[in-house]
DNA sequence: AAAGACACCTGTCCGC
DNA sequence: TGCGGACAGGTGTCTT
């Protein structure tokens, strides 16, 4: 499930619901995720969450003792509920929190983690190598060109690469490029200036537009039925192998580049 | 050094 | 309707 937008629209989503209120419990029902959910999380009891930001797809939480690092892995979500609701099958680790609420991560696959870190965050071996935030001025069309000169890599590989440019996965990758007419396969090297400078224009347009329809259904976040948002009516390639080509019609073709499908427009994306 | 394969896990969908 | 197999929004790590 989670794309950046998503990630995004659930820090906004759960943060008036768990700031600055006591952590009074907190329940590892499977530790079994990603990486074993570490038992130091206790020491966070009766500390606060002073501030939630977001790094790539990471969802940092902050108190005085330490950060709560969570990300959602494919299937992840996070979820406001009351104290006390039953559990899903699925419910791993569960915040309770002096206000009454409960933060409970939902993770099917366990692909998702909970971990925790008392140092500097930027020094953390799963943030200190990522590239610049895709909506962020850091990242241009001069760094993608710099960084491409003399490379080989498919363009679809380069920018779901978070050394180079964090939180563009699979689906925001294809209909970027589509948006800009590049065929994914194109070898970075060759791509001029002006394209890249496209390239950059879609991936923030894009990105910043499912931003805004997921905060459409914010209240999603809380109670235990919502979903949270989604956009597939706005998806012009993702999933539309076969159907004809929003531009010109023809059908589109899907391919594999390092494990992931790609779907695209052979007529539109040269 | 860089590219590719693989690993983690459950749920869902497709074809027979 | 049932069943096996492919595949899924991510990403760190191991193998070429």
Redesign the pocket.
């Known amino acids: ?3 950046l937008p998503e990630v995004e629209t659930t820090l906004r989503g759960i943060s008036a619901h768990v700031l600055n209120t006591p952590i009074t419990r907190i329940t590892i029902r499977n530790p ?1 995720l ?1 990486w074993p959910v570490p038992d130091e999380l206790a020491s966070l009891l009766q500390q606060q969450i002073t501030k939630i930001t977001r790094r ?2 990471y969802l940092l939480l902050s108190t005085d003792k330490g950060t709560i690092i969570i ?1 959602l ?2 299937s992840g979500s996070l979820r406001i509920v009351d104290s006390g609701t039953t559990y899903d ?2 419910d791993h680790v569960e915040f309770c929190f002096a206000n009454g609420n409960a933060l409970r991560l939902k993770d ?4 998702g983690a909970v971990l925790w870190t008392n140092e500097s965050i930027d020094e953390h071996p ?1 943030l200190s190598h990522l590239g610049p935030e895709p909506l962020s001025d850091e990242f241009n069309s001069e760094l993608l060109f710099a960084l491409s000169r003399n ?3 498919a363009i679809k ?1 380069f920018i779901m690469n ?1 050394k180079i440019v964090v939180g563009i ?3 925001y990758a294809n209909e970027a490029l589509f948006a800009s007419g590049i065929n994914p396969k194109r070898a970075v090297g060759k791509i001029s200036k002006k394209r890249y400078e496209q390239l950059c224009i879609e991936i923030k347009r894009i990105l910043e537009k499912a931003i805004s329809q997921g905060g459409t259904t914010l209240k999603d976040f809380v109670g235990g039925t919502g979903k949270p948002g ?1 956009f597939k009516q706005e998806l012009l390639v993702y999933g539309r192998k076969g159907l004809p080509c929003m531009q010109c019609k023809s059908p589109l073709k899907e391919i594999r580049q ?4 790609t779907v695209y427009c052979t007529h539109c994306q040269t």
Request: aromatic fraction near 6%.
């Open positions: 499930m989670p794309e079994k990603r790539a797809k990300h892995g494919m099958k699925h099917p696959r366990r692909f799963l490379k080989t890599v590989q978070s996965g699979n689906i989604y390092g494990n992931r499908s």
